[in-house]
């Protein structure tokens, strides 16, 4: 095949991913116009890492963090988005390791990318466990967005495998919302250090949408927009 036809269709392949919607939304009916897409996912993960970077200064690559972040879902084009609730994790790495090999298997710098997609997934650098923390924190905050537009409602679970897991319903139990039982399920599954802890409970303690500095700028930039308009109209 040409350089041409090989570019194209890698392209073509990720484009998938935008309209890919992120499974563990559809599990909970996520009553959102639009559920958030597998390709949104990976932007706000990139989006993440840059800001706890930045923060906390992390002593990591960040931008070899961020192509591994772009390329951690790669396998997705073509076995779907599926959770932990739904298929081992050992399975779905031997599955996924095969559907990006596949993929990558037309590029010249294949190689290269599947190194850099298999050490995000064994989470044995700095930045490959950076990375991670990234990802799960990113689904932890969206469901917090979710949760703050009221878009789940839990007497709506009768067919939600997960709903059902152990570990979720001991936090519904202990009286989480949706979206806290989220936030406290991270900080208790994954690796979090206290740096991740901390955003996650800001989180889990404030309104993050809607706050008075985006709000400002929101209002800062429409009305800077409505200016500018104005003037070239006039």
């Known amino acids: 095949m040409s350089k041409e036809s090989n570019v ?69 084009c073509l076995i779907d988005d599926l959770t932990q609730f739904q298929i081992s994790k050992e399975n779905k790495k031997i599955i996924e390791h095969m559907a990006v090999h596949d993929i990558l298997s ?35 905050l969206q469901s917090k967005l979710y949760g703050e537009d009221n878009l789940v409602d839990l007497t709506e679970q009768k067919n939600n495998a997960t709903f059902y897991n152990e570990k979720v319903q001991s936090l519904l139990n202990e009286g989480y919302t949706w979206e806290e039982m989220w936030l406290i399920f991270g900080q208790r599954t994954y690796s979090y250090d206290e740096n991740f802890i901390a955003v996650s409970n800001y989180a889990l303690n404030n309104k993050i949408k809607n706050n008075s500095r985006i709000t400002e700028l929101e209002y800062k930039y429409k009305k800077l927009v409505k200016e500018y308009l104005d003037k070239k109209n006039n």
């Open 8 to 76: 194209v269709n890698f392209y073509v392949m990720c484009n998938k991913l935008k309209t890919l919607i992120r499974k563990g939304w559809i599990d909970w009916s996520v009553h959102a116009v639009r559920r958030e897409s597998v390709a949104e996912h990976i932007y706000s993960t990139i989006m993440l890492a840059i800001a706890m970077k930045s923060e906390y200064q992390y002593n990591i690559d960040i931008m070899k963090v961020a192509y591994m972040l772009a390329i951690h879902e790669l396998g997705e």
């Open 106 to 140: 037309d590029l010249l710098d294949g190689e290269q990318i599947e190194k850099i997609y298999l050490e995000f997934d064994e989470r044995k650098t700095k930045e490959a466990q950076f990375a991670h923390l990234c990802d799960k924190l990113e689904c932890d």
